[in-house]
């Protein structure tokens, strides 16, 4: 069974930073690229990064580049964004997603 569980989420203030964390188990993903996403309510989940899961390759939206990083752990079978300069317009439930799965989300929250 594939399960993706996001954590790292969380209240912070605009200029703040957030690292998320995707695990992921049940199966490898050699081959697929694992996303980042986000959601505002009311509105189309966003692409926000992606990574190879294996070999190289990232890539980033527009309004993230230069203050967010994505990077994986290979041995641990996780996935990561680290979030800096967050701005209010970042706030969104976060998530992951690699093939035909998703997690559950995590909410990220910036203070203005």
């Known amino acids: 069974q594939v399960q993706l569980v996001e954590s790292g989420g969380g209240l912070v203030q605009t200029g703040g930073s957030l690292r998320l964390s995707c695990a992921a188990s049940?199966?490898?993903?050699?081959?697929?690229?694992i996303e980042w996403f986000r959601q505002v309510p009311g509105k189309e989940r966003e692409f926000v990064a992606a990574?190879?899961?294996?070999?190289?390759?990232?890539y980033y939206a527009d309004s993230v580049k230069g203050r967010f990083t994505i990077s994986r752990d290979n041995a641990e079978n996780t996935v990561y964004l680290q979030m800096n300069s967050l701005k209010p317009e970042d706030t969104a439930v976060y998530y992951c997603?690699?093939?035909?799965?998703w997690g559950q989300g995590t909410q990220v929250t910036v203070s203005s």
């Open positions: 049940g199966r490898t993903f050699d081959g697929y690229f």
């Open positions: 990574i190879m899961w294996s070999g190289i390759g990232t």
């Open positions: 997603t690699v093939d035909i799965y």
